[in-house]
């Protein structure tokens, strides 16, 4: 494909924008790809667009095919031409197939991904329509095409205000219960048999994520989203595994189009082996701003109170922050960097804990439709209180990687096959806590 400097670029683009909000999402979009293939010169791409928009289709490709035979348009260049014809002759999801086909080759073509945005909408799938619109908000210099993206999203909102989301995968670990893999310890000079609950043992489980929402728009700038979830694993055996439901609201208020706050309130019930375990009741915010163009910086906070009710052990709080920074090569790469820290004061004295984790993220589309994404950290526990049976406080120390494989184009009804491996290793001055783990899993996915 032909490629023109960024400046010539964004000009065409704007301009394509500028038709965009004159005319039907579709049509207009075929303007913008027009201004920016930099074949439009002789005629040909620009004639294919208009005959598009006309509803004269059969002209249209057949100019396409010769704009191709006579060497005008490159193979890429006539594939995308025939989407653009597809999308106005209402055939969205012909249209689908061929934009994923080009961003499978080449994710960063921002007005490919545009244009899947505006045949996912009209085929109703308007979840991955936001993702992609993400992916490309994101990736975004240009505050006119940042505050057109967001105008897009406000009106797939009206369009589909209810969202959902799923993922389930059976998920086999090394050491599900996180204890020591040594049968006898050394302190002092004497030894010391572990008993079989501080031992490590393997199970497999499965793990699920899902969601239910609904979002309401109060003002161009302000929406309300109301959410109901539940998460967690299960393990053959009931008490290495936790189920967590509950629901929460969120306010969030945009102070720009790639700019925003939120505040909320969730309220959850934590299951540990088929029995009440805790009622959360946490508060929360978020600020997310864009600094230098492709840096996206998140701060979020959380606090919790935590109601052992059916359970002995004291109530408390709990509280969580993390700043996240995250640079959009393109739409389809990013690198990522965080730094957390929590804070228990609920449960008994030798529970109560500090922690620190710093970390970095991938995010990249590769070719052969696949996703990666890849998380590594290290961090700290330092526990507020003498060990049971130890006269000092227990710390630890530990390291985590974990990466997922999601294969797009294998999606049935928008879920397509994730492969997840992680592994941790921690080290700790009380020796049965010291341990490493191993995890899989083999699962389903939604497939943006």
């Known amino acids: 494909m032909v490629r023109f400097p960024q400046s010539m670029t964004r000009f065409v683009a704007i301009l394509g924008m500028v038709l965009l909000l004159a005319i039907p999402a579709a049509t207009a979009s075929i303007a913008a790809a027009t201004s920016e293939t930099g074949t439009a010169t002789g005629g040909s791409f620009r004639e294919v667009a208009r005959l598009a928009k006309q509803g004269r289709f059969e002209e249209a490709e057949a100019l396409r095919q010769e704009g191709l035979s006579a060497g005008i348009h490159s193979p890429d260049d006539a594939l995308f031409l025939q989407g653009l014809i597809a999308v106005n002759r209402g055939d969205a999801a012909v249209a689908e197939e061929i934009f994923r086909r080009l961003l499978d080759a080449d994710s960063d073509r921002r007005l490919v991904r545009l244009e899947l945005v505006h045949a996912l909408m009209a085929r109703g799938s308007f979840t991955a329509a936001r993702f992609h619109l993400g992916r490309l908000q994101g990736a975004e210099t240009d505050r006119r095409l940042s505050a057109y993206y967001y105008r897009l999203d406000r009106e797939i909102t009206r369009q589909r205000p209810w969202g959902a989301r799923f993922s389930g995968s059976l998920a086999p670990r090394t050491n599900a219960s996180r204890g020591s893999s040594e049968d006898v310890i050394m302190v002092g000079d004497m030894p010391f048999r572990i008993n079989d609950e501080a031992k490590a043992r393997s199970g497999v489980g499965f793990e699920f994520d899902g969601e239910l929402s609904w979002q309401f728009l109060l003002s161009d700038t302000t929406t309300l989203t109301l959410a109901g979830f539940s998460r967690g694993v299960a393990y053959d055996e009931s008490e290495l595994g936790s189920i967590e439901?509950?629901?929460?609201?969120?306010?969030?208020?945009?102070?720009?189009?790639?700019?925003?706050?939120?505040?909320?309130?969730?309220?959850?019930?934590?299951?540990?082996?088929?029995?009440?375990?805790?009622?959360?009741?946490?508060?929360?915010?978020?600020?997310?701003?864009?600094?230098?163009?492709?840096?996206?910086?998140?701060?979020?906070?959380?606090?919790?109170?935590?109601?052992?009710?059916?359970?002995?052990?004291?109530?408390?709080?709990?509280?969580?922050?993390?700043?996240?920074?995250?640079?959009?090569?393109?739409?389809?790469?990013?690198?990522?960097?965080?730094?957390?820290?929590?804070?228990?004061?609920?449960?008994?004295?030798?529970?109560?804990?500090?922690?620190?984790?710093?970390?970095?993220?991938?995010?990249?589309?590769?070719?052969?439709?696949?996703?990666?994404?890849?998380?590594?950290?290290?961090?700290?526990?330092?526990?507020?209180?003498?060990?049971?049976?130890?006269?000092?406080?227990?710390?630890?120390?530990?390291?985590?990687?974990?990466?997922?494989?999601?294969?797009?184009d294998w999606a049935i009804e928008g879920f397509a096959p994730a492969i997840s491996l992680s592994y941790e290793i921690q080290d700790s001055n009380v020796a049965f806590k010291t341990y490493d783990d191993i995890g899989f899993s083999l699962g389903l996915a939604r497939s943006f």
């Open 245 to 408: 439901v509950g629901g929460n609201a969120t306010l969030r208020r945009f102070l720009s189009p790639r700019s925003f706050f939120d505040v909320g309130i969730e309220r959850s019930r934590i299951y540990a082996g088929g029995d009440p375990y805790a009622d959360n009741v946490t508060g929360l915010g978020a600020f997310s701003f864009m600094l230098l163009d492709h840096l996206q910086i998140a701060t979020a906070g959380r606090v919790t109170h935590v109601d052992y009710s059916d359970h002995p052990r004291p109530d408390g709080l709990r509280s969580s922050g993390s700043v996240r920074a995250t640079y959009a090569i393109g739409p389809g790469l990013a690198l990522g960097a965080y730094v957390s820290a929590t804070r228990d004061r609920s449960g008994y004295d030798h529970q109560r804990f500090d922690g620190r984790e710093v970390g970095a993220t991938l995010y990249a589309e590769l070719p052969f439709s696949l996703t990666a994404e890849v998380v590594a950290g290290i961090g700290e526990r330092s526990f507020d209180a003498d060990y049971p049976g130890q006269t000092f406080a227990r710390h630890d120390t530990y390291g985590r990687v974990s990466t997922r494989v999601l294969k797009r």
